[in-house]
Structures are given as C-alpha cells and as structure tokens.
C-alpha cells in the first residue's frame, strides 16, 4: 500500500532551512570576530598603562639613585625633560624623545626597552615619552604619554624631595 502523505522535505523548505543556519553561522561568526579585535584593543591599553607605570617608576628610580649616591642634588639629570625624553628601567640617564624610536621586547628578557638595533620580532609600535617639569625647589611633575597606532595614554605624577 502506498503511503499518501509525503513526509520529504521540498525544495522550498531547505532553502529556508539552509538561509536561517547561515544566518546564524554569520552571526557567530561576526560576534567572534568583533570579540577578537576589542580584546586586541585591551591588550595594548593594558600594555600602555603598564608602560606608563614603569615611566614613572623610572624617574622615581633616577630620584632614589641621586639620593643614595649623595649627589649634588636629588634632581640631577632630571630637569632635562621638559621637552620630553625617553629611558629604559636598566638605563640611568635620559636621551632625547623621538617619535620614530620603538620601544622593543627584548627576545631573552621578555621586558620591553629601546634597542638600536632589534630584530623584526622585538620591534612593538609603542612609544614612550617623559615630560618632566619643575614646579618647585622640592616638586617635579611627571607625564607620561605612550603612543600606539590611533591612541595615546597619558599618566601624571608629582615626585617631591622628602628627604
């Protein structure tokens, strides 16, 4: 006996079935990609306000050496930069800024720095830039800025002679 109700899908039906699983695949599909490129965006803010932490640290550390070296005073090689310099954490001394130098992570540290000749893998596109001006006898204030492509963060601090 021959069964009258046809139980087949029709072609119209798995056009509408084939149209509403690629929808829903695109959507995914979009959802994963906009998620990629706003956690990219964190990453190198998070690694800009870490590099600006350490900039800071930095004239801090420059600041503490015055101090224990006795020098003649607590701001010696600080007030160079107002016009803005550049140093790396295991440097001591301030050079000029330059918005063309990178700053680059060294291969064996993993830390990031100013090289003059680094690879193509250490090369990143941040750059740092310390201002510091003086406000006072006891008082500097420290800027900040690191640049990445299309941004800028910037950090502000004052250092005081408290000793």
């Not at 900039?55 to 070296?69: P, Q």
């Not at 954490?89 to 918005?99: G, L, P, T, V």
């Not at 690879?119 to 800027?143: C, H, M, N, P, Y």
């Amino acid at each position: 006996m021959i069964n009258s109700k046809n139980k087949s899908f029709t072609l119209l039906e798995m056009l509408i079935s084939v149209a509403i699983i690629v929808i829903g695949a695109l959507g995914v599909f979009s959802a994963v990609a906009k998620y990629t490129t706003l956690t990219q965006r964190e990453r190198n803010s998070l690694v800009a306000a870490y590099l600006c932490q350490e900039g800071i640290e930095t004239v801090k550390n420059v600041r503490d050496t015055n101090w224990i070296e006795s020098a003649a005073s607590w701001k010696d090689g600080l007030t160079i930069c107002s016009a803005g310099c550049q140093i790396d954490f295991n440097d001591s001394f301030f050079s000029a800024y330059s918005s063309t130098d990178y700053l680059s992570i060294d291969s064996s540290t993993g830390l990031y720095q100013y090289k003059s000749s680094p690879t193509a893998s250490e090369i990143t596109f941040f750059s740092r830039k310390i201002t510091i001006i003086e406000v006072g006898d006891d008082e500097l204030d420290i800027q900040v800025d690191v640049f990445w492509p299309s941004h800028v963060m910037s950090v502000k601090e004052n250092i005081y002679n408290w000793r």
